[in-house]
Protein backbone atom coordinates (compact mmCIF):
# COMPACT_ATOMS: atom_id res chain seq x y z
CA UNK A 1 0.00 0.00 0.00
CA UNK A 2 1.14 3.80 -0.88
CA UNK A 3 1.16 6.05 1.78
CA UNK A 4 2.15 9.66 2.33
CA UNK A 5 4.85 9.74 5.05
CA UNK A 6 6.04 12.89 6.04
CA UNK A 7 9.74 13.63 5.42
CA UNK A 8 10.55 17.38 6.18
CA UNK A 9 8.77 20.45 7.75
CA UNK A 10 9.35 24.10 8.13
CA UNK A 11 7.25 27.28 9.18
CA UNK A 12 7.67 31.03 9.18
CA UNK A 13 6.45 33.95 11.18
CA UNK A 14 6.45 37.06 9.78
CA UNK A 15 8.85 39.27 12.46
CA UNK A 16 6.36 41.87 14.08
CA UNK A 17 4.62 40.90 17.29
CA UNK A 18 1.77 42.48 18.49
CA UNK A 19 1.15 42.21 22.15
CA UNK A 20 -2.20 41.98 23.95
CA UNK A 21 -0.71 45.30 25.77
CA UNK A 22 -0.61 46.60 22.07
CA UNK A 23 -4.11 45.92 21.35
CA UNK A 24 -5.34 47.76 24.45
CA UNK A 25 -4.15 50.77 22.76
CA UNK A 26 -6.25 49.52 19.69
CA UNK A 27 -9.75 48.65 21.29
CA UNK A 28 -11.13 48.49 24.65
CA UNK A 29 -9.74 45.02 25.79
CA UNK A 30 -7.70 43.58 28.69
CA UNK A 31 -4.28 41.41 28.94
CA UNK A 32 -6.64 39.50 31.52
CA UNK A 33 -9.60 39.06 29.58
CA UNK A 34 -7.54 38.20 26.40
CA UNK A 35 -5.60 35.46 28.78
CA UNK A 36 -8.57 34.11 30.34
CA UNK A 37 -10.94 33.61 27.39
CA UNK A 38 -8.52 32.41 24.70
CA UNK A 39 -4.84 31.63 26.50
CA UNK A 40 -3.07 34.14 23.45
CA UNK A 41 -0.61 36.84 25.06
CA UNK A 42 1.05 37.57 21.51
CA UNK A 43 0.62 37.17 17.78
CA UNK A 44 3.16 37.96 14.46
CA UNK A 45 1.46 40.38 11.85
CA UNK A 46 3.29 40.50 8.15
CA UNK A 47 4.88 43.60 7.05
CA UNK A 48 3.18 45.53 4.66
CA UNK A 49 5.27 44.36 2.04
CA UNK A 50 4.90 40.62 3.21
CA UNK A 51 2.12 38.79 1.06
CA UNK A 52 0.53 35.41 2.03
CA UNK A 53 3.00 33.59 -1.29
CA UNK A 54 6.17 35.32 0.86
CA UNK A 55 4.99 33.51 3.87
CA UNK A 56 4.26 30.31 2.01
CA UNK A 57 7.63 30.51 0.09
CA UNK A 58 9.50 30.48 3.12
CA UNK A 59 7.73 28.00 5.18
CA UNK A 60 7.59 25.68 2.05
CA UNK A 61 11.98 26.60 1.50
CA UNK A 62 12.53 25.37 4.91
CA UNK A 63 10.58 21.91 5.21
CA UNK A 64 12.21 21.18 1.88
CA UNK A 65 15.95 22.16 3.14
CA UNK A 66 14.58 19.79 6.12
CA UNK A 67 13.47 16.94 4.00
CA UNK A 68 16.98 17.36 1.71
CA UNK A 69 14.70 17.33 -0.95
CA UNK A 70 15.33 18.91 -4.34
CA UNK A 71 12.74 21.81 -5.77
CA UNK A 72 12.77 19.35 -8.86
CA UNK A 73 11.25 16.52 -7.35
CA UNK A 74 8.20 17.76 -6.32
CA UNK A 75 5.30 17.44 -8.54
CA UNK A 76 2.64 18.72 -6.42
CA UNK A 77 1.61 21.67 -4.16
CA UNK A 78 -1.35 22.03 -2.34
CA UNK A 79 -1.62 25.54 -0.94
CA UNK A 80 -4.53 26.36 1.88
CA UNK A 81 -5.11 29.89 2.27
CA UNK A 82 -8.42 32.29 2.95
CA UNK A 83 -6.21 35.39 2.15
CA UNK A 84 -4.46 34.33 -0.98
CA UNK A 85 -2.55 37.08 -2.33
CA UNK A 86 -5.06 37.72 -5.11
CA UNK A 87 -8.45 36.42 -5.92
CA UNK A 88 -6.30 34.69 -8.89
CA UNK A 89 -3.80 32.97 -9.64
CA UNK A 90 -3.58 30.78 -6.64
CA UNK A 91 -1.04 31.49 -3.94
CA UNK A 92 0.39 28.19 -4.89
CA UNK A 93 1.15 28.86 -8.61
CA UNK A 94 3.44 31.93 -7.17
CA UNK A 95 5.10 29.95 -4.74
CA UNK A 96 5.67 27.31 -7.74
CA UNK A 97 7.29 29.82 -9.41
CA UNK A 98 9.57 31.32 -6.84
CA UNK A 99 10.59 28.23 -5.82
CA UNK A 100 11.59 28.06 -9.53
CA UNK A 101 9.37 24.47 -9.89
CA UNK A 102 8.52 24.16 -13.76
CA UNK A 103 6.51 21.31 -13.48
CA UNK A 104 3.89 19.36 -11.51
CA UNK A 105 0.75 20.94 -10.52
CA UNK A 106 -0.03 23.46 -7.82
CA UNK A 107 -3.75 25.15 -6.68
CA UNK A 108 -4.76 26.22 -3.47
CA UNK A 109 -7.70 24.86 -1.28
CA UNK A 110 -9.62 26.59 1.16
CA UNK A 111 -11.39 25.83 4.16
CA UNK A 112 -10.85 28.63 6.28
CA UNK A 113 -8.68 26.75 9.74
CA UNK A 114 -9.49 23.52 8.95
CA UNK A 115 -7.55 24.18 5.59
CA UNK A 116 -4.90 23.06 6.26
CA UNK A 117 -6.18 19.20 6.94
CA UNK A 118 -7.65 19.37 3.68
CA UNK A 119 -4.94 19.70 1.97
CA UNK A 120 -3.06 17.49 3.76
CA UNK A 121 -6.19 14.50 2.82
CA UNK A 122 -6.19 15.96 -1.10
CA UNK A 123 -2.21 15.69 -1.28
CA UNK A 124 -2.79 12.16 0.66
CA UNK A 125 -5.32 11.34 -1.96
CA UNK A 126 -3.12 11.97 -4.94
CA UNK A 127 -0.17 9.93 -3.34
CA UNK A 128 -2.28 7.11 -2.93
CA UNK A 129 -3.77 7.09 -6.59
CA UNK A 130 -0.53 7.12 -7.66
CA UNK A 131 -0.92 10.81 -9.35
CA UNK A 132 1.96 12.78 -7.31
CA UNK A 133 5.55 11.12 -5.66
CA UNK A 134 6.33 14.30 -3.66
CA UNK A 135 4.26 16.92 -2.24
CA UNK A 136 4.60 19.95 -0.57
CA UNK A 137 1.53 21.19 1.89
CA UNK A 138 1.20 24.27 2.60
CA UNK A 139 -0.59 26.58 5.38
CA UNK A 140 -0.48 30.32 4.79
CA UNK A 141 -2.40 33.11 6.35
CA UNK A 142 -2.08 37.24 6.23
CA UNK A 143 -5.63 37.25 8.42
CA UNK A 144 -3.81 40.66 9.91
CA UNK A 145 -5.79 42.28 5.98
CA UNK A 146 -9.06 41.00 6.56
CA UNK A 147 -9.48 41.77 10.42
CA UNK A 148 -11.59 44.74 11.81
CA UNK A 149 -9.42 46.63 13.53
CA UNK A 150 -11.83 48.62 15.46
CA UNK A 151 -13.85 44.91 16.39
CA UNK A 152 -12.31 43.51 19.56
CA UNK A 153 -14.14 40.54 19.66
CA UNK A 154 -12.32 39.47 16.31
CA UNK A 155 -9.23 41.14 15.78
CA UNK A 156 -7.60 40.13 19.10
CA UNK A 157 -7.92 36.46 17.98
CA UNK A 158 -6.51 35.49 14.61
CA UNK A 159 -3.13 36.41 13.41
CA UNK A 160 -0.36 35.42 10.53
CA UNK A 161 2.12 32.58 9.30
CA UNK A 162 2.81 29.79 7.45
CA UNK A 163 3.88 26.10 7.83
CA UNK A 164 5.12 23.51 5.37
CA UNK A 165 4.95 19.67 5.43
CA UNK A 166 6.98 18.24 2.20
CA UNK A 167 5.40 13.90 1.59
CA UNK A 168 6.62 11.05 -0.34
CA UNK A 169 5.48 8.30 -1.64
CA UNK A 170 6.63 4.79 0.18
CA UNK A 171 5.65 2.08 0.05
CA UNK A 172 4.24 0.47 3.65
CA UNK A 173 2.75 -2.75 5.23
CA UNK A 174 -1.16 -1.08 5.44
CA UNK A 175 -1.43 -1.42 9.20
CA UNK A 176 -0.85 1.09 12.08
CA UNK A 177 2.47 0.32 12.26
CA UNK A 178 3.20 2.06 8.48
CA UNK A 179 5.35 5.70 8.88
CA UNK A 180 2.64 8.62 7.05
CA UNK A 181 -0.72 9.33 7.06
CA UNK A 182 -2.59 6.21 8.34
CA UNK A 183 -6.16 8.04 8.01
CA UNK A 184 -8.44 11.08 6.92
CA UNK A 185 -11.66 12.40 7.88
CA UNK A 186 -12.80 15.50 6.44
CA UNK A 187 -16.22 17.10 7.06
CA UNK A 188 -18.21 20.05 6.32
CA UNK A 189 -22.16 21.65 7.07
CA UNK A 190 -22.65 24.72 5.31
CA UNK A 191 -26.07 25.44 6.99
CA UNK A 192 -23.83 27.59 9.11
CA UNK A 193 -22.09 29.30 6.89
CA UNK A 194 -23.53 32.54 8.40
CA UNK A 195 -21.60 32.09 12.01
CA UNK A 196 -18.28 32.71 10.56
CA UNK A 197 -17.20 34.89 7.31
CA UNK A 198 -15.98 37.35 5.39
CA UNK A 199 -18.27 40.00 4.62
CA UNK A 200 -16.94 40.72 1.12
CA UNK A 201 -15.84 38.64 -2.38
CA UNK A 202 -15.54 39.16 -5.86
CA UNK A 203 -18.89 38.07 -6.54
CA UNK A 204 -20.94 39.89 -4.05
CA UNK A 205 -19.33 43.26 -3.00
CA UNK A 206 -16.43 43.80 -5.09
CA UNK A 207 -14.57 44.11 -1.90
CA UNK A 208 -11.88 41.85 0.09
CA UNK A 209 -14.42 42.61 3.34
CA UNK A 210 -14.03 41.84 6.82
CA UNK A 211 -13.97 38.49 8.90
CA UNK A 212 -17.08 38.14 11.32
CA UNK A 213 -17.71 35.68 13.46
CA UNK A 214 -20.59 34.89 16.40
CA UNK A 215 -17.97 33.59 18.61
CA UNK A 216 -20.10 31.74 21.51
CA UNK A 217 -21.87 29.66 18.60
CA UNK A 218 -18.59 28.79 17.03
CA UNK A 219 -17.44 27.96 20.12
CA UNK A 220 -19.92 25.64 21.06
CA UNK A 221 -20.09 24.00 17.22
CA UNK A 222 -15.95 23.31 17.69
CA UNK A 223 -16.43 21.19 20.85
CA UNK A 224 -19.24 19.14 19.81
CA UNK A 225 -17.56 18.56 16.18
CA UNK A 226 -14.13 18.29 17.08
CA UNK A 227 -14.84 15.61 19.65
CA UNK A 228 -17.02 13.63 17.08
CA UNK A 229 -13.88 13.32 14.47
CA UNK A 230 -11.38 12.45 16.46
CA UNK A 231 -13.72 9.64 17.55
CA UNK A 232 -14.50 8.63 13.76
CA UNK A 233 -10.60 9.05 13.43
CA UNK A 234 -9.09 6.80 16.37
CA UNK A 235 -12.02 4.20 15.41
CA UNK A 236 -11.15 3.91 11.46
CA UNK A 237 -7.82 2.82 12.53
CA UNK A 238 -8.81 0.84 15.63
CA UNK A 239 -6.58 2.95 17.93
CA UNK A 240 -7.22 3.70 21.70
CA UNK A 241 -6.75 7.64 22.92
CA UNK A 242 -3.50 6.39 24.79
CA UNK A 243 -1.74 5.27 21.53
CA UNK A 244 -1.50 8.61 19.95
CA UNK A 245 1.85 10.40 21.29
CA UNK A 246 1.11 14.13 20.31
CA UNK A 247 -2.67 15.94 19.84
CA UNK A 248 -1.44 18.86 17.28
CA UNK A 249 -4.85 20.54 17.50
CA UNK A 250 -5.95 23.89 15.48
CA UNK A 251 -4.80 26.87 17.84
CA UNK A 252 -7.80 28.62 17.83
CA UNK A 253 -8.30 28.73 21.48
CA UNK A 254 -7.09 27.11 24.63
CA UNK A 255 -10.27 26.46 26.15
CA UNK A 256 -11.31 24.27 23.07
CA UNK A 257 -8.07 22.48 23.25
CA UNK A 258 -8.58 21.41 26.37
CA UNK A 259 -11.78 20.47 26.39
CA UNK A 260 -10.69 17.94 23.17
CA UNK A 261 -7.75 17.02 25.19
CA UNK A 262 -10.11 16.28 28.47
CA UNK A 263 -12.35 14.25 26.12
CA UNK A 264 -9.25 12.22 25.32
CA UNK A 265 -8.17 11.76 28.35
CA UNK A 266 -4.37 13.27 27.23
CA UNK A 267 -2.59 15.16 29.45
CA UNK A 268 -1.58 18.27 28.65
CA UNK A 269 2.00 17.38 28.22
CA UNK A 270 1.21 15.45 24.60
CA UNK A 271 -0.63 18.52 23.28
CA UNK A 272 1.28 21.00 21.44
CA UNK A 273 0.79 24.48 22.23
CA UNK A 274 0.89 27.80 19.95
CA UNK A 275 -1.79 29.93 20.89
CA UNK A 276 -0.37 31.44 23.39
CA UNK A 277 2.33 33.28 21.35
CA UNK A 278 0.70 33.17 17.46
CA UNK A 279 -3.14 33.12 18.03
CA UNK A 280 -4.88 32.07 15.30
CA UNK A 281 -3.32 31.75 11.87
CA UNK A 282 -5.66 29.96 10.71
CA UNK A 283 -4.47 27.19 8.01
CA UNK A 284 -1.44 27.72 8.95
CA UNK A 285 -1.92 26.41 12.78
CA UNK A 286 -1.47 23.36 12.25
CA UNK A 287 1.69 23.14 10.68
CA UNK A 288 3.15 26.28 12.58
CA UNK A 289 2.86 24.01 15.69
CA UNK A 290 4.05 20.98 14.03
CA UNK A 291 7.14 22.26 13.17
CA UNK A 292 7.81 23.98 16.53
CA UNK A 293 7.51 20.64 18.50
CA UNK A 294 9.63 18.36 15.67
CA UNK A 295 12.00 21.46 15.58
CA UNK A 296 12.61 21.43 19.66
CA UNK A 297 12.53 17.26 19.67
CA UNK A 298 8.96 17.16 21.40
CA UNK A 299 7.82 14.83 18.17
CA UNK A 300 10.23 12.12 17.51
CA UNK A 301 10.03 9.63 14.29
CA UNK A 302 7.96 6.82 15.09
CA UNK A 303 5.20 8.77 17.13
CA UNK A 304 1.75 9.00 16.37
CA UNK A 305 0.18 12.47 16.15
CA UNK A 306 -3.86 13.52 15.85
CA UNK A 307 -3.65 16.74 13.69
CA UNK A 308 -7.35 18.50 14.44
CA UNK A 309 -9.11 21.61 13.03
CA UNK A 310 -12.63 23.28 13.19
CA UNK A 311 -13.00 26.59 10.38
CA UNK A 312 -15.43 28.20 8.28
CA UNK A 313 -17.98 26.91 6.24
CA UNK A 314 -18.24 25.55 9.45
CA UNK A 315 -15.66 22.50 8.15
CA UNK A 316 -13.58 20.32 10.20
CA UNK A 317 -11.72 17.41 10.12
CA UNK A 318 -9.01 15.62 11.62
CA UNK A 319 -5.76 13.20 10.34
CA UNK A 320 -3.66 10.45 11.93
CA UNK A 321 -0.10 10.34 11.12
CA UNK A 322 2.91 7.98 11.87
CA UNK A 323 6.08 10.57 12.19
N1 LIG B 1 -12.02 42.27 25.26
C1 LIG B 1 -12.85 42.51 26.25
N2 LIG B 1 -14.14 42.13 26.25
C2 LIG B 1 -14.58 41.50 25.15
C3 LIG B 1 -13.75 41.22 24.06
C4 LIG B 1 -12.42 41.64 24.13
N3 LIG B 1 -11.54 41.43 23.15
N4 LIG B 1 -14.45 40.56 23.13
C5 LIG B 1 -15.68 40.41 23.62
N5 LIG B 1 -15.77 40.98 24.85
C6 LIG B 1 -16.91 41.06 25.74
C7 LIG B 1 -18.22 40.85 25.00
O1 LIG B 1 -18.65 42.06 24.43
C8 LIG B 1 -19.11 40.38 26.13
O2 LIG B 1 -19.51 41.48 26.86
P1 LIG B 1 -21.04 41.56 27.41
O3 LIG B 1 -21.17 40.37 28.31
O4 LIG B 1 -21.06 42.87 28.09
O5 LIG B 1 -21.89 41.47 26.19
C9 LIG B 1 -18.18 39.56 27.02
O6 LIG B 1 -16.85 39.98 26.66
C10 LIG B 1 -18.30 38.06 26.80
O7 LIG B 1 -18.28 37.81 25.42
P2 LIG B 1 -18.50 36.38 24.83
O8 LIG B 1 -18.49 36.46 23.35
O9 LIG B 1 -19.68 35.76 25.51
O10 LIG B 1 -17.18 35.68 25.37
P3 LIG B 1 -16.74 34.21 25.23
O11 LIG B 1 -16.42 33.65 26.56
O12 LIG B 1 -17.65 33.42 24.34
O13 LIG B 1 -15.35 34.37 24.47
C11 LIG B 1 -14.45 34.08 22.29
C12 LIG B 1 -15.31 34.95 23.18
C13 LIG B 1 -14.45 34.68 20.89
C14 LIG B 1 -13.04 34.08 22.82
C15 LIG B 1 -14.99 32.65 22.26
O14 LIG B 1 -16.37 32.67 22.02
C16 LIG B 1 -14.33 31.79 21.24
O15 LIG B 1 -13.17 31.51 21.33
N6 LIG B 1 -15.10 31.29 20.26
C17 LIG B 1 -14.60 30.43 19.26
C18 LIG B 1 -13.82 31.24 18.31
C19 LIG B 1 -13.06 30.42 17.38
O16 LIG B 1 -12.47 29.45 17.75
N7 LIG B 1 -13.06 30.87 16.15
C20 LIG B 1 -12.26 30.34 15.15
C21 LIG B 1 -12.70 29.00 14.78
S1 LIG B 1 -11.60 28.54 13.59
Redesign the pocket.
Known sequence: MIRSVVVGCGSYLPERILTNADLEKL????DE??IE??GIHQRHIAADNEKTSDLALNAARAALADAGVAVDEVDLIVLATSTPDQTFPATACKVQAGLGMTRGFAFDVQA??SGFIYALATADNFIKAGQAKTALVIGAETFSRILDWTD??TC??FADGAGALVLKAEEGRGDNSDRGVLTTHLHSDGRHHDL?YVDGGPSSTQTTGHLR?L??E??RH?VVNLAEVVRETLDAVGMQPSEIDWLVP?Q??K??IDGTARKLGLSTDRVVLTVDRHG?T?AASVPLALAEAVKDGRIKRGDVLLLEA???GFTWGSALVRW
Open positions: VDTSWIRTVCRTVLLMGKVFAHANRINSMGG
